[in-house]
């Protein structure tokens, strides 16, 4: 599942004082980022989850068939971000944020022995948490075009219905154009995420015994395309939006203050 996060670069050219923290010579007189960013991404995406691993202590039913187990994830996360421009060609970042998630296992097709009197449906976990994280972008552009890699390492201290937890990496490709105060861009998300949880789960039958579980998740479609757009309102301050499409879908909002 996701839990991630989504850093999102937004390559504006800024006042010409402004300039990177080392390498300053690179820049020369041309216009450059305000060196230190205060950002606010939120974030949501829905994707299909591949099980690693799913361990069941019911006596009466053998191993589970991962290929026969659909997995679903829903979430939503907001951080704040702060990042500064190290080199010219080098941003770097940490976060920190809240997320709340869904993930959705469904086991009704889980063959069960027919003196049980009930059957599996679809399991259904809900965690929230702290994400922690942090990453770099590699830059290069003019006043007209950019091209941008975002990779962001997350890990998330969770509570919720079960022991869960969550690590994940990004890599964010993306090219786009400049034109005045607007941005525009296309790009792909390479997402891998693994997460775990293990509990017991409550039948809900009057008498009928709580079943320990342990399941290993990861991302089943580690890409998906993306397309974005920015606007610049002043040289500190700017906003962009950014949708996934693909197999998994996802939106990204942005709002940074540079100074």
């Known amino acids: 599942m996701r839990r991630t996060l989504r850093a999102l670069l937004l390559t504006v050219p800024l006042t010409a004082q402004a300039e990177p923290l080392f390498m300053k010579d690179m820049v020369g007189d041309r216009e450059f980022f305000d060196p230190w960013g205060v950002g606010v991404d939120f974030y949501t995406?829905?994707?299909?989850?591949?099980?690693?691993?799913?361990?069941?202590q019911l006596p009466g039913v053998a191993d589970i068939d991962p290929d026969?187990?659909?997995?679903e994830n829903d979430l939503s996360h907001v951080d704040i971000k702060l990042d500064a421009w190290v080199t010219?060609?080098?941003?770097?970042?940490?976060?920190?944020?809240?997320?709340k998630a869904d993930t959705y296992v469904d086991l009704s097709s889980v063959a069960l022995p027919p003196e049980l009197p009930f059957s599996l449906g679809t399991l259904e976990v809900n965690y929230d948490g702290t994400v922690y994280g942090g990453g770099f972008n590699l830059f290069y552009g003019t006043d007209r075009w950019f091209a941008a890699l975002n990779n962001t390492w997350?890990?998330?201290?969770?509570?919720?219905?079960?022991?869960?937890?969550?690590?994940?990496?990004?890599s964010q490709p993306r090219v786009g154009l400049i034109r005045g105060n607007w941005i525009g861009y296309v790009g792909a998300m390479y997402l891998d995420t693994e997460e775990t949880h293990s509990g017991e789960i409550d039948l809900g039958i009057p008498g009928a015994p709580t079943i320990p579980f342990a399941v290993?998740?990861?991302?089943?479609?580690?890409?998906?395309?993306?397309?974005?757009?920015?606007?610049v309102f002043s040289p500190k301050a700017h906003l962009s939006f950014e949708i996934g499409?693909?197999?998994?879908?996802?939106?990204?909002?942005?709002?940074?203050?540079?100074?």
């Open 45 to 56: 995406m829905e994707q299909d989850y591949g099980i690693k691993s799913l361990e069941f």
């Open 68 to 71: 026969l187990v659909d997995v």
């Open 88 to 99: 010219p060609f080098l941003n770097v970042f940490a976060l920190v944020g809240r997320m």
């Open 154 to 170: 997350t890990d998330t201290s969770l509570s919720g219905d079960f022991e869960s937890s969550v690590q994940s990496f990004t």
């Open 216 to 231: 290993k998740l990861d991302t089943l479609e580690k890409w998906n395309y993306a397309i974005g757009m920015g606007y």
């Open 245 to 259: 499409l693909g197999d998994r879908t996802h939106t990204l909002f942005n709002f940074t203050g540079r100074f």
